[in-house]
């Protein structure tokens, strides 16, 4: 049975993001174990997502400090656009991210759908978060 862009379309909660170094070949979760993330695709065809650690540093006060900030900068990942889908890809087209470098920019993941669960292999890119060439995979599952 074929992926439809329908299929895809809809909120789905992230299982687990991992990131396998292109020369090393070491695996390691991205942002820690069991990230809190999600992302949502809509029928008008526009991307969103949110990931942020597990364990994030609680600002004493409303205002962060410096460091309060650098840390809750390097615990997330965010970004919205719009997307396309061809049943085995989707490319997201980045409108605005967390990481500046990211705007306007075309990432491309490469999906597998077996039930609720959606599965993404990157195509091998340079690493927002280690800078290294790196594949990420990620897994998600569909909320009711």
């Not at 949502?40 to 994030?56: K, N």
């Not at 004493?60 to 615990?75: F, G, M, N, Q, R």
Request: net charge negative; aromatic share 10%; hydrophobic share 35%.
């Amino acid at each position: 049975m074929s992926t439809t862009r329908e299929d895809l379309l809809g909120t789905w909660k992230m299982r687990s993001w991992t990131i396998e170094d292109l020369i090393s070949e070491e695996r390691r979760d991205a942002l820690g174990p069991e990230p809190r993330g999600w992302i949502t695709y809509t029928p008008g065809g526009r991307v969103m997502v949110l990931v942020v650690a597990r364990e994030r540093v609680r600002p004493a006060h409303l205002v962060p400090t410096e460091w309060e900030k650098i840390a809750l900068y390097d615990s997330m990942f965010a970004y919205a656009g719009s997307f396309e889908f061809d049943g085995t890809k989707v490319i997201h087209h980045i409108d605005t991210s967390w990481n500046e470098a990211w705007r306007g920019t075309s990432q491309v993941r490469y999906c597998e759908m077996r039930g609720d669960e959606l599965k993404y292999v990157s195509a091998p890119a340079r690493s927002p978060i280690t800078g290294r060439d790196c594949v990420h995979t990620v897994v998600f599952e569909r909320l009711a």
